[in-house]
């Protein structure tokens, strides 16, 4: 019933509106807020009720059961800057109710040159990279209702200082009475990251004004406790027949951070010739005042030959206001 969906996105739209205090601010480990995937970038970041691949992990951890997914995936993403963002997921079925996935996220750069006041040329360098490392398990209550829950250990280092931490991630996916999907997601709950590390030992004068006291005191500098990006999502999603051989899924999610205004996602994707072609597009941060990224569009190409298995390739485009574009690609072998 459409307009029972119409009434699902019209509540999902005033959830993402109301209350819409200015929430900016910071939080640690900013990397994990990046959206992982061709497929799930190329359609605005409107995932939390798809999650029907290996990215499923990072966007809703139920999909891996919900799906039976089974598949190798890889994905690399020039990101902005000149920064490499990458993602390798493996989930493995367990039995047909549920499954066990393994995921890496990594954010890496080249080496850059120190600089000081008063001396840019130093001739040293300082490398600096965030990773995560995670493994999910998801289940099957229901045919119709799934839950997932990913924990992952991360870590960010600049130089010879790093900060570490735990958190986790839990979903839901339902395909509801009515047909359409509802999932439901709460990202990177957990500890809060302190910089640590050699580079903030210091040599330190305790009292200037006494004469004779050691002034090579080696101390450390106290830095503060940052809260992770925790995020909620809630999302719908329905598949519609094209034709014999086409299908088209539209998708939208409503986004609540802990470090930014509420906003929505939106996108869809076109399913050409049982799957073989895959046309993605989307927007993401509507009603976001001062958002970034302003849209998105992908392709993807479906071998069911490959080495007796499938192998997927998708490539994403992602446009930004004053940062440029972003470009993804994922490889992934069907198993």
Not at 17 to 34: C, D, E, M, Q
Not at 143 to 157: A, E, L, M
Not at 211 to 233: A, C, K, M, Q, W
């Amino acid at each position: 019933d459409m307009r029972e969906n119409y009434k699902i996105i019209f509540t999902l739209i005033l959830i993402a509106s109301a209350y819409g205090v200015n929430k900016t601010g910071t939080t640690s480990a900013k990397f994990l807020s990046i959206g992982v995937g061709s497929n799930a970038v190329g359609m605005g970041g409107a995932y939390t009720a798809v999650a029907d691949d290996a990215t499923a992990m990072y966007w809703n951890p139920a999909g891996l059961s919900f799906h039976d997914t089974k598949e190798i995936y890889f994905n690399h993403a020039n990101w902005i800057a000149d920064i490499s963002f990458d993602y390798f997921g493996l989930p493995l079925p367990l039995n047909p109710r549920s499954t066990l996935g393994f995921n890496i996220t990594s954010v890496t750069m080249d080496e850059m040159e120190v600089t000081r006041y008063g001396n840019e040329d130093t001739g040293e360098t300082f490398k600096a990279a965030d990773y995560a490392i995670a493994s999910t398990y998801a289940m099957d209550l229901t045919d119709r209702f799934s839950i997932g829950i990913n924990g992952k250990f991360i870590q960010q280092s600049i130089a010879n200082s790093h900060a570490r931490g735990f958190a986790i991630d839990f979903g839901t996916l339902f395909t509801t009475p009515f047909g359409f999907n509802l999932g439901t997601s709460i990202s990177n709950f957990g500890s809060k990251l302190k910089m640590t590390g050699d580079d903030l030992l210091v040599g330190v004068d305790v009292d200037e004004n006494i004469d004779g006291n050691n002034e090579s005191v080696t101390g450390i500098l106290s830095t503060d406790y940052f809260d992770l990006p925790l995020v909620l999502r809630i999302g719908i999603s329905d598949e519609i027949k094209l034709g014999l051989r086409n299908t088209l899924v539209l998708s939208l999610d409503a986004v609540s951070p802990n470090d930014n205004a509420n906003y929505i996602n939106f996108g869809g994707k076109i399913n050409a010739l049982d799957g073989l072609v895959s046309i993605y597009g989307g927007v993401n941060s509507l009603f976001l005042d001062n958002a970034e990224s302003e849209f998105c569009f992908g392709i993807g190409l479906r071998l069911p030959s490959f080495m007796k298995n499938t192998l997927s390739i998708n490539y994403t485009y992602e446009e930004m206001k004053f940062l440029g574009s972003a470009q993804q690609m994922s490889i992934s072998i069907n198993y």
